[in-house]
């Protein structure tokens, strides 16, 4: 299914609106409230949308999140039916303490080509290559690291390597130290660090480590748009979570997916900054005026760019 691309500015304004709603929380130490101010836009502007639409990624489940949760029916109820991932504010925690990188994220593709990803941690892989066999959650360290400085004709040493600093990070960060690559740790926000592999101009060559499986979901699709190769295997912890995965339709809880796995087919990502970061600039209220910027994809039409656009309040 070829998505329309009238859905582009659709979404888009969906994430700026819902960005924008939470950034009256920048800085005020209440995470709860700037959640909640971006959910309750990004759902109200939802269900304006002529479509049929389902969260296969949301809040969470029913008993867990009252609205865009896991299975929410969503829009007109005429037009296309999507898959819909959302994660309306990104970096709770940047926004709460007025940090760089909160944003408002959503993902969209046709019927069953979204994968509907459990509440649970994700190990993943990431890099702006195309080939496989370059970068593989499977291989060690070293060999992942020799093989992308070999495929991008750098030394390891000139190789930037994106992580969350974490302390189940801690033997990963040992060693890429000893094998001397450079360092961006990040506190927060794994779907634009993922997102930083995808142009050069962000300088950072391999993003991994594990973090949230929703936020892998959601970083694949704008991944699979700018041909940036992914990997991602789930974490389950508890007999829990592996039986929700097991009613999630995933029977082989050790798999290792790629990118085609995850998203199938056309989808459109929107990614719009509600405090400025490495991938786009914040909410900037002018008046009764503000200005957003969004990291845009579309596979199918070849679109990723980041808009900036100035709107009425």
């Not at 995470?31 to 479509?51: E, T």
């Not at 969503?74 to 994660?87: H, S």
């Not at 790629?258 to 914040?282: P, R, Y």
């Not at 969004?294 to 679109?303: A, D, W």
């Amino acid at each position: 299914m070829v998505l329309d691309s009238k859905l582009e500015n659709i979404f888009l304004q969906i994430t700026s609106r819902a960005a924008l709603s939470s950034s009256y929380f920048i800085g005020k130490k209440n995470k709860q409230a700037a959640d909640k101010a971006a959910v309750d836009s990004m759902r109200l502007d939802l269900n304006k949308v002529d479509m049929k639409g389902k969260i296969v990624i949301g809040e969470g489940e029913l008993d867990e999140a009252p609205m865009l949760y896991i299975g929410e029916k969503l829009g007109t109820k005429n037009g296309p039916e999507l898959d819909i991932a959302v994660d309306p504010l990104e970096g709770t925690n940047f926004a709460a303490n007025n940090l760089p990188g909160a944003l408002s994220v959503i993902a969209v593709a046709g019927k069953s080509n979204l994968f509907n990803a459990p509440e649970t941690y994700m190990n993943k892989i990431t890099a702006n290559v195309t080939e496989k066999d370059v970068i593989d959650l499977d291989f060690s360290i070293n060999k992942n690291i020799d093989n992308l400085a070999q495929y991008k004709n750098k030394k390891p040493e000139n190789l930037t390597v994106c992580i969350l600093e974490r302390p189940r990070h801690k033997k990963i960060i040992e060693d890429l130290i000893k094998l001397n690559v450079k360092l961006k740790l990040i506190t927060d926000g794994d779907v634009s660090g993922a997102l930083l592999v995808t142009d050069k101009k962000y300088g950072v060559d391999l993003f991994l480590g594990i973090g949230g499986g929703p936020e892998g979901v959601l970083a694949a699709s704008a991944l699979d748009a700018c041909n940036c190769y992914f990997q991602g295997k789930f974490l389950f912890k508890t007999e829990k979570e592996k039986l929700r995965a097991n009613k999630m339709g995933i029977v082989d809880l050790d798999k290792k997916y790629d990118l085609k796995e995850i998203v199938k087919g056309d989808s459109i990502f929107c990614a719009t900054g509600i405090t400025s970061g490495d991938l786009v600039s914040g909410i900037h209220i002018q008046g009764d005026e503000f200005i957003s910027e969004t990291f845009i994809t579309h596979k199918s039409s070849g679109l990723k760019k980041k808009i900036r656009i100035k709107q009425k309040i």
